[in-house]
Structures are given as C-alpha cells and as structure tokens.
C-alpha cells in the first residue's frame, strides 16, 4: 500500500476527468494523422522536444512536489516554554530567568518544549550540566537531573507543548556557592556554556540531530542557539553518557553508613531538628527565602558531607528549597547530636 505522501502526490498527478477526455480526443486525432503522409524529419524532432519537455516539468514537479511533502512531514521548532519565543540558529536571549552575581537564581533559565510534526522520538544528551524532563499530559515518565533520555512524542502534535526540558545548571550553582568571592565573569568555560544535543527520529524514518547551545552572559541572563548537528567520536556525551546509578554505592567501612534512619528517630526528634533547620534558614537574605524544608531518609547518600569528628553522631538531614531553586535544586543540612542527651546542632549546609 502507498504510503500518504506518496499516495497523496500520484492523485495529485492522476489525469481529471476533463483531463482524459482531451487525452482521447487527441489520440483519435493522431490517428487520423498517422493515415496522412509522414511529417518531415524537422517535425517529428519538434514534436519529441515537446514530449521531453512536458516530461522534464513532470519530474520537475514530481521531486518538488516530494521534498515539500517531507519538509512539512519532518517540521521541528523549539521554543522558550510558556512564551512564544523561538530558538534559532540567530541565537536569542531568555528572558524568563536569571542567576544573580549574589549566587542566588530568580525564575528558570532555560525551559523548552518542541513544536513539530510526526516525531515518534528524541533522544537528548547534555555536555556539562543536568536535564529534567516534565509532561503535563501524565502520560509519560519524569526525569531528573540526568545526562541522558528519550522522550516518545507520537502522533498528537498538539501534546507536544506540554512536553517540557529543563537545564539544571547545578555544578554552577555549587561553584558560586561555595566559592562566595566568585563571580559569573570568573567561571570556566565548562560552568559558563553547555550543549543540549537532540537526536530526532520521525514517524516516516526519516532522522536528524539538532543542538542547542547555551551560554550565561556577565549579567547572568541566557543566549541560547538552536543549529543543525553532526555528533562525532569527540561526543562521548551522546555516545556514552554518564548514567547516574540506580543504587547508592557501596561504602568504604570506615564510612558514616547509617540504617534505618526514618526508623531511628521519632516524630519529636525530627520535628526537633527540622525547627533548628528553619531557624538556621530564618537568617538567609529575603531573595534567597527558604520555602520548603523535607526530612531526607537515606543519609547515607549525603555521607560525602559528613566530617569524620561526626561520623558516630546522630544524624537527621534536610533538603530545603530556595523560592527561586524550587522544585529543581535542593540545599542540604545536617543536624547532629553526640547522643540522646545533648542537643541538636548544625554542622553543615550546602549545596
């Protein structure tokens, strides 16, 4: 059976009614002709230069005809998510969000979803930082902060709005943090750009592979530049990501490698601690307010931020989420105590 595009173009070349009508009163004339005297050799060469012509337009035609068939089959855009602004190869400056030389981020970077037709899939891979991957339809799978997924889109374009990406510059965020004489000006390159590559797979078979780069300018705001791509052996990020494990894992023994952490402690401890978190972020500037703070049950992922004087202590941790930060990125505390008898204290935050 015809595929549609091809279907569609043969009935756009098929002879109309009318059409074959003229057809068979012109071959009746021809022949009539045939029984007269032969044409003279000058004729019969016009009358195939006419032929081949009409058959050069026919083929003409028939191959523009195709390539614009799958030029709308195969149409793709991206746009800043929640506005009507386009991603192109010119580059655009993103206005939704911002991150401040004060370390503190307002709004979202950089969000986008695709516009298009027929995709059945993209696979996308990012160089330096994380993705996430949100559909407000419910139909497919989350992602968080990950190097690498595909996302199935399907026939029904008019999901694909719903079909979010976002750029989770967390190393940057960590760098800024933790160095508080930093500015953006003073990042490398790798904390300053970043690449989102998407290899495109359409319903036809057809594929093609775009890129999105990215850059934070000195005054924090995003340009963003969407072009074609050709990935090469040096994108070990498309052709080998680093995946994030599925399990924590394993500790060395003279690690700090707790068990049964929400079992340890009772709802008044905890409460206990979590008052102490909010106090600690009570004194946080008002751009940076706090505006959830969750018990955290497995510490012994966050080990790496214990010190080794507190590896014997009781533990409760935190993940609290800055306004502008929320829901993407956490901050984490540690609150300890030597045993049941002393108090609860802080002996460490961060990103």
């Given at each position: 059976m015809l595929s549609d595009p091809i279907n569609r173009l043969f009935k756009s070349l098929t002879p109309t009614a009318q059409q074959k009508e003229r057809m068979l009163l012109e071959i009746k004339k021809r022949s009539i002709e045939d029984q007269k005297p032969?044409?003279?050799?000058?004729?019969?060469?016009?009358?195939?230069?006419?032929?081949?012509?009409?058959?050069?337009?026919?083929?003409?035609?028939?191959?523009?005809?195709?390539?614009?068939?799958?030029?709308?089959?195969?149409?793709?855009?991206?746009?800043?998510?929640?506005?009507?602004?386009?991603?192109?190869?010119?580059?655009?400056?993103?206005?939704?969000?911002?991150?401040?030389?004060?370390?503190?981020?307002?709004?979202?970077?950089?969000?986008?979803?695709?516009?298009?037709?027929?995709?059945?899939?993209?696979?996308?891979?990012?160089?330096?930082?994380?993705?996430?991957?949100?559909?407000?339809?419910?139909?497919r799978s989350n992602y968080s902060m990950e190097k690498q997924f595909t996302v199935v889109y399907g026939s029904h374009a008019s999901e694909y709005s719903s079909l979010v990406v976002n750029w989770n510059p967390k190393l940057t965020i960590q760098a800024l943090n933790s160095h508080p004489d930093r500015t953006i000006a003073s990042l490398n390159e790798q904390l300053r750009t970043d690449r989102i590559v998407m290899e495109i797979t359409y319903s036809t078979g057809t594929k093609a592979t775009k890129a999105l780069d990215m850059a934070i300018q000195e005054d924090g705001k995003i340009f963003a530049k969407l072009r074609d791509y050709v990935v090469t052996e040096k994108d070990q990020f498309v052709l080998n990501p680093q995946v994030k494990p599925t399990e924590p894992a394993k500790l060395p023994d003279n690690r700090y490698e707790p068990s049964n952490d929400h079992a340890k402690y009772s709802k008044i401890e905890i409460d206990a601690a979590a008052k102490l978190a909010q106090e600690y972020y009570a004194k946080f500037p008002e751009d940076r307010q706090i505006v959830k703070i969750s018990y955290t049950e497995n510490v012994q992922l966050l080990s790496s931020y214990i010190q080794d004087e507190y590896k014997a202590w009781q533990i409760i941790t935190f993940d609290a989420y800055e306004k502008s930060m929320y829901p993407n990125t956490a901050r984490h505390i540690f609150i300890a105590r030597e045993d049941a008898t002393k108090e609860w204290t802080v002996i460490n935050e961060g990103y």
């Open positions: 032969a044409f003279s050799h000058k004729r019969r060469r016009g009358g195939w230069v006419k032929y081949l012509t009409a058959a050069v337009l026919v083929v003409i035609l028939s191959v523009f005809t195709l390539s614009y068939i799958n030029e709308e089959d195969t149409a793709f855009a991206l746009y800043v998510y929640n506005t009507g602004t386009e991603l192109t190869s010119s580059g655009v400056e993103i206005a939704t969000g911002i991150i401040n030389d004060n370390h503190s981020m307002r709004g979202e970077l950089v969000q986008f979803n695709v516009k298009g037709n027929n995709i059945n899939s993209i696979r996308f891979s990012i160089q330096n930082q994380y993705m996430d991957f949100t559909d407000w339809t419910e139909t």
